[in-house]
């Protein structure tokens, strides 16, 4: 059975970004033991980061491990509220930009297929034009790399991966000084 602990250094590990509300959203692996147990665990940290305004979805379960979305709804409204977004989004069959409904074609774009769907990066807070560089050069001739493959703005992305990098160290040293995720979480 995964501990509280253990579900804690995930969030930590892989969320320290959205948690300071630096980026809209972070994406991360988790094994579990059965579903109930998942379920209850996500329950319970969604009642916790409601106030915070972190939300926690369940994307796709597959051999045991889950794949699991926190996001800052406002946060991701407003991403797709940017210009070019939309259209995009609807060449993937995204008609309804209300979160929830967004977020449900995700989870069965995800379930229907091994790869991720290259949308995704709209989802966790990667700019447009990277998103689509990747896709039309599948994968290839990037300027630089970091949490996603640089096509347009390399020195603002630098930037952002660094200050990423920044808290996510900060984050991990105050959680292991005893600091609780609830501490450590922004408040929208």
Known sequence: MLSEYELEKYLICNCAPTLASLKSAN?????????????????RWN????????????????HRKALIYVCRKSRLQENLGK??????????????????VVLQRLSQRMKAQEEFPHEIGIFLDYPLGDVIGFIRNAGQN????GCWKVYCDECAAKKLFA???????????QWSGGRSILQLTVAA
């Open 142 to 145: 990037y300027k630089c790399t």
């Open 47 to 62: 009642a916790c980061m409601e106030k915070k305004g972190i939300s926690i979805y369940l994307l796709r379960k597959h």
């Open 83 to 100: 210009p070019g977004v939309a259209s995009f989004l609807e060449e993937y069959g995204y008609r309804n930009l209300e979160i929830d």
């Open 27 to 43: 994406l991360f692996n988790m094994p579990f033991d059965t579903e109930e147990h998942l379920q209850e665990q996500l329950d």
């Open 163 to 173: 200050s990423y990098r920044k808290c996510q160290e900060i984050y991990q040293r």
